[in-house]
């Protein structure tokens, strides 16, 4: 039970999780049973029988989020070797113009990052200050750019969260 769980909490946020998932750990019928035990004591969370993920803290709407329906289907799809038909933009990018730094769903889980990761922002800095000079007009210093930039990533979160729960 200890090696599914730690393999749960070290996978990405909203990941899915079926029986099969943990084969190469336990047999068939032994990991069913550890799957309850989590479930029952409120470790994981089960979206349908045989599927399960770990809750998530979002920040932005200070509440628990869960799977979009999108990667369940996916999920689903995995398991039965089904092919989804795309819908939407994000679908179509995904086919068309396919890019992995995209992350497409995460975008639509109100996880857009617009910020650097902090190992980066000590470059970003430098490039920003030995280009002063051909930013035309007054620029701003570097640290109120990236607040603003920090606020301009929540408030896009914000608002495709509130988007796809109108239209849920």
């Given at each position: 039970m200890m090696k599914m769980e730690e393999r749960m909490k070290n996978s990405p946020k909203g990941t899915i999780f079926t029986n099969s998932d943990f084969y190469d750990i336990s047999n068939p019928d032994a990991v069913k049973m550890?799957?309850?035990?989590?479930?029952?004591?409120?470790?994981?969370?089960?979206?349908?029988?045989?599927?399960y993920t770990i809750p998530y803290y979002s920040n932005v709407l200070h509440e628990y989020g869960y799977p979009s329906a999108?990667?369940?289907?996916?999920?689903l799809a995995e398991k039965y070797a089904w092919n989804i038909c795309p819908s939407g933009v994000v679908s179509f990018k995904k086919k068309f113009y396919p890019c992995n730094w995209a992350q497409y769903d995460l975008v639509l889980q109100g996880g857009c990052k617009l910020v650097p990761k902090e190992n980066a922002i000590a470059y970003f800095e430098k490039d920003y200050k030995s280009?002063?000079?051909m930013i035309y007009g007054e620029s701003i210093p570097?640290?109120?750019m990236m607040?603003?930039?920090q606020q301009y990533e929540g408030q896009l979160n914000k608002t495709v969260l509130g988007q796809i729960r109108m239209q849920g």
């Open positions: 550890p799957l309850h035990r989590l479930y029952s004591s409120n470790k994981i969370y089960r979206l349908i029988s045989g599927y999108n990667a369940m289907a996916e999920k280009m002063s000079n570097f640290e109120t607040k603003r930039i």
